[in-house]
């Protein structure tokens, strides 16, 4: 069993948006293909299990930014 060095790769976007004078939307989604990021420290138990704990990431957002 060997795991390898690699976090994996994230992929971001942005949107922005302007509303009126001085107030933008910001809309953000970014996901992350896993390699080792969410694997756990294999053990002598669970090294045979170590896919099942890795897993892909994902994150959406929203930020409304008002300048005065």
């Keep these: 069993f060997s795991m ?3 976090i994996g790769h994230e992929l971001n976007l942005y949107i922005d ?14 996901y992350l293909f896993a390699n080792d990021a969410f694997s756990p420290v294999p053990t002598r ?6 896919e ?3 897993s892909d990431a994902y994150e959406v957002g929203a930020r409304l930014q008002w300048n005065f």
Excluded: H, K, M
């Excluded at 948006?17 to 970014?30: C, E, K, R, W």
């Excluded at 138990?45 to 170590?50: K, M, P």
């Design 17 to 30: 948006q302007g509303i009126v004078d001085g107030l933008n939307l910001t809309l953000v989604g970014a």
């Design 52 to 54: 099942n704990y890795a």
């Design 45 to 50: 138990e669970s090294w045979r299990y170590i």
């Design 4 to 6: 390898s060095n690699s």
